[in-house]
């Protein structure tokens, strides 16, 4: 069944909308703490440690501002650009997914260096503890990906429905416009249009009657003058 111009305006505002969510859920998932680990200084035995994702991750931060751009700029461009757009939307989705993994995988490097920016030392003093948002953020980055492959695969038939619902004027010497032509030349009227005047084939209207023609001044008073009628006539 062939899809409506609302159907396919509808499948693109669906991926402009869920690709511009997906990114602000990254960000989202950036912003909270991602991991917790303690350290120690000659003042302090215990300083508690905190890292937030875009500290422990920035590429997730990044490819979440690529994402959100992306689905902007996806209802601007064209049939080449969406394209481009999309392919831009799916790597960011690598970038967030792979950044928030290597996390998950080995949070340590990040911890200590946040252990080192705090206290000046890289010797931690507990364990690293991870939250659930890195986990979260490697979801997201996989969903994003998998947003820009479905639009991508929708994505031809927003061009193909809208020019099969546009009106096209035929362009001259194809055989819809030599016709018309054809038509014109014979004296044919197009239905609506106002008949020329002098066309073949059409008997010609009769000139309107003028006024009646009025006596002459001149000639009535010398009718006059000779003791003539000038009415009988």
Same mark, same amino acid.
């Given at each position: 069944?062939?899809?409506?111009?609302?159907?396919?305006?509808?499948?693109?505002?669906?991926?402009?909308?869920?690709?511009?969510?997906?990114?602000?859920?990254?960000?989202?998932?950036?912003?909270?703490?991602?991991?917790?680990?303690?350290?120690?200084?000659?003042?302090?035995?215990?300083?508690?440690?905190?890292?937030?994702?875009?500290?422990?991750?920035?590429?997730?931060?990044?490819?979440?501002?690529?994402?959100?751009?992306?689905?902007?700029?996806?209802?601007?461009?064209?049939?080449?650009?969406?394209?481009?757009?999309?392919? @831009? +939307?799916? %790597?960011? !989705? &690598?970038?967030?997914?792979? $950044? /928030?993994?290597?996390?998950?995988?080995? *949070?340590?490097? =990040?911890?200590?260096?946040? @252990? +080192?920016? %705090?206290? !000046? &030392?890289?010797?931690?003093? $507990? /364990?690293?503890?991870?939250?659930?948002? *890195?986990?979260? =953020?490697?979801?997201?980055? @996989?969903?994003?990906?998998?947003?820009?492959?479905?639009?991508?695969?929708?994505?031809?038939?927003?061009?193909?429905?809208?020019?099969?619902?546009?009106?096209?004027?035929?362009?001259?010497?194809?055989?819809?416009?030599?016709?018309?032509?054809?038509?014109?030349?014979?004296?044919?009227?197009?239905?609506?249009?106002?008949?020329?005047?002098?066309?073949?084939?059409?008997?010609?209207?009769?000139?309107?009657?003028?006024?009646?023609?009025?006596?002459?001044?001149?000639?009535?008073?010398?009718?006059?003058?000779?003791?003539?009628?000038?009415?009988?006539?």
């Amino acid at each position: 069944m062939a899809r409506t111009p609302r159907s396919w305006r509808l499948a693109r505002r669906s991926a402009i909308l869920l690709l511009l969510v997906l990114g602000a859920g990254a960000l989202a998932a950036a912003a909270p703490t991602w991991l917790r680990t303690s350290g120690a200084t000659a003042l302090d035995a215990d300083v508690q440690v905190h890292v937030t994702g875009t500290t422990a991750a920035p590429g997730v931060g990044a490819g979440a501002l690529v994402v959100v751009a992306a689905a902007l700029a996806l209802g601007l461009v064209g049939r080449i650009g969406r394209w481009v757009v999309l392919v @831009v +939307a799916a %790597a960011s !989705g &690598v970038v967030v997914s792979a $950044s /928030a993994a290597a996390i998950l995988r080995d *949070p340590v490097p =990040a911890a200590t260096s946040a @252990v +080192a920016e %705090a206290t !000046g &030392v890289t010797e931690m003093t $507990s /364990a690293v503890t991870l939250t659930p948002w *890195p986990a979260v =953020a490697t979801a997201v980055g @996989v969903l994003v990906v998998v947003a820009a492959v479905w639009a991508a695969v929708s994505s031809p038939s927003w061009g193909r429905v809208s020019a099969r619902h546009e009106i096209v004027r035929p362009a001259a010497g194809t055989p819809v416009a030599r016709r018309e032509a054809s038509t014109a030349e014979a004296g044919i009227d197009a239905p609506g249009s106002p008949a020329p005047s002098g066309a073949p084939g059409r008997a010609a209207q009769p000139p309107e009657a003028g006024p009646a023609d009025e006596p002459d001044e001149q000639e009535t008073w010398d009718s006059l003058t000779r003791g003539e009628d000038p009415t009988d006539r």
